[in-house]
């Protein structure tokens, strides 16, 4: 196969910082475009940096699965190391291969299982603080919501004083990485307000995470939750255990893998309920036949199947994952054209979804297209809100249950609907999250009809 070929590159380049300015003014405006008139695979050029934007499944399932070996995870820019550290999120090779067995049992079916309870009670918690009618944030409270669940059940920790500053602070951390300009060019030595604030921030979480782990080892006993088992762990080859450095980069990491995306789903999924009354009233209509006002419970989950439609297909237009990124380790290919090494490819879960080679009328919101064993009928990687591949998202399963009693639990109980003109924008973060939150006034749902 000829594979000297280099992709198209999309026109307007400018000197220095290449499609950078177009790239940061509408990220996924810019990418959809280069993908749907330049094709499958786009070089991009971000500052000196070459990337390949890599958008048919095929070659999706290449990278992440197929010719996985021959890809890394991108080298992540300065900032998310200082965040994540070495976490499940960017380690590598062998030592990423140890941390995942050692947090896997965490995430088994059978464990996740017993986690149901404990998202329904916090949900009721959350729900006992809302006045009827009043207009809240719903992503402010989906994200403290699903960190007090993280918390709680992977480290058994409740969502005391102290743990709430950790929400805080993770937002001011995160605000960082919607700036990507001062994310990929400001060096990291130069002192910009916006880093002094996400040091100051990873300051405070570093002092709020090393704390947890002295009360856990103190206690000195097994509490059964993640945290305990990595304490315990032993490493087969040299009976050395993780030391407080890795400790602290999993729990960063699951602080913010675990809370953020699934808090972004529901948020997705609350504005497109409150756009779509149809939807709604079918996810009613279900919850009636299979609850009867009761709560949900983790064994009504395979009864519940046109509530988790509603998730899948909130998150085909909206993944809260909505980009991922890996890089080449030596020279290689993407179909027809040549890659060299170091370049770092792009794949956006956002574009693939919403192709309209592989999803009829792409951009609207039809849950019952899922009806049929959809899933089954399109590529494997023309849908994929959770990454594949040994690196798909560990806590797939967690998040699918967890998104599903939550959007039960609250459906159940409130009717959420959007402010009149209030224009709706997306932030293309490390996440796809709402820009300035998403203000909704809540209503007891037996009032509505
Ligand atoms: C709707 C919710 C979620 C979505 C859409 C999501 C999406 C993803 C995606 C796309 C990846 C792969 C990234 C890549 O290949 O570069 C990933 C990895 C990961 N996710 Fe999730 N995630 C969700 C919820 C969770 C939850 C609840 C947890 C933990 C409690 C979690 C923990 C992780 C971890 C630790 C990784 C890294 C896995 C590894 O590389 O071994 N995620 N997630």
């Not at 021959?70 to 030592?95: N, Q, Y």
């Not at 609850?291 to 395979?302: A, C, E, H, I, Y």
């Not at 993944?319 to 380790?329: E, M």
Request: one cysteine or more.
């Amino acid at each position: 196969m000829d594979t000297v070929l280099l992709p198209p590159i999309p026109p307007n380049k400018r000197p220095i910082l290449g499609h950078l300015l177009e790239y940061n003014r509408d990220p996924m405006g810019f990418l959809q475009g280069c993908a749907q008139t330049l094709g499958d695979v786009v070089t991009l050029q971000f500052g000196k940096r070459s990337f390949y934007l890599v958008s048919h499944p095929n070659d999706i399932e290449e990278v992440l699965v197929t010719r996985s070996r021959e890809f890394i995870k991108s080298r992540a820019v300065s900032s998310h190391r200082v965040l994540l550290g070495s976490g499940l999120l960017l380690s590598e090779g062998e030592f990423w291969q140890r941390q995942r067995r050692l947090a896997q049992p965490a995430f088994h079916r059978e464990r996740i299982m017993d986690y149901g309870r404990t998202m329904v009670a916090h949900t009721h918690q959350m729900l006992a603080t809302w006045q009827d009618g009043e207009i809240r944030d719903i992503h402010q409270d989906m994200m403290e919501l699903t960190l007090a669940i993280v918390v709680k059940l992977l480290f058994d920790v409740e969502m005391s004083g102290q743990m709430k500053a950790v929400g805080k602070c993770l937002a001011a951390a995160m605000d960082l990485f919607s700036d990507r300009i001062n994310t990929m060019f400001v060096p990291t030595w130069l002192p910009t307000p916006k880093k002094r604030r996400f040091y100051k921030a990873v300051a405070r979480l570093d002092e709020i995470v090393y704390d947890i782990i002295q009360q856990h080892r103190a206690s000195g006993t097994d509490r059964g939750d993640l945290l305990s088992m990595l304490l315990q762990s032993k490493d087969e080859t040299d009976g050395s255990q993780m030391t407080d450095r890795q400790l602290r980069d999993e729990i960063m990491t699951l602080f913010i893998a675990g809370h953020e995306t699934t808090a972004n789903a529901l948020t997705w999924t609350f504005m497109l309920l409150s756009q779509h009354p149809e939807v709604t009233q079918k996810l009613a209509t279900e919850w009636q036949t299979v609850l009867n006002g009761r709560d949900p419970t983790v064994q009504d989950l395979p009864q519940l199947r046109y509530t988790e439609r509603v998730v899948w297909e909130s998150m085909r237009l909206y993944p809260p994952a909505w980009l991922i990124a890996r890089q080449a380790v030596r020279d290689t290919h993407i179909g027809k054209y040549f890659l060299p090494a170091n370049t770092v490819v792009l794949i956006s879960q956002w574009l693939v979804q919403r192709d309209a080679r592989f999803f009829d009328n792409p951009d609207a919101f039809q849950p019952d297209r899922w009806e049929n064993d959809l899933a089954k009928r399109l590529p494997a990687y023309a849908y994929f809100p959770f990454g594949g591949g040994a690196r798909v998202c560990i806590g797939k399963a967690f998040a699918l249950m967890e998104a599903v009693l939550l959007l039960t639990t609250i459906g159940q109980n409130y009717r959420l609907s959007l402010l009149p003109n209030r224009p709706i924008r997306c932030d293309p973060s490390l996440t796809l999250r709402p820009k300035a939150g998403l203000r909704m006034q809540v209503q007891p749902s037996g009032e509505i009809d």
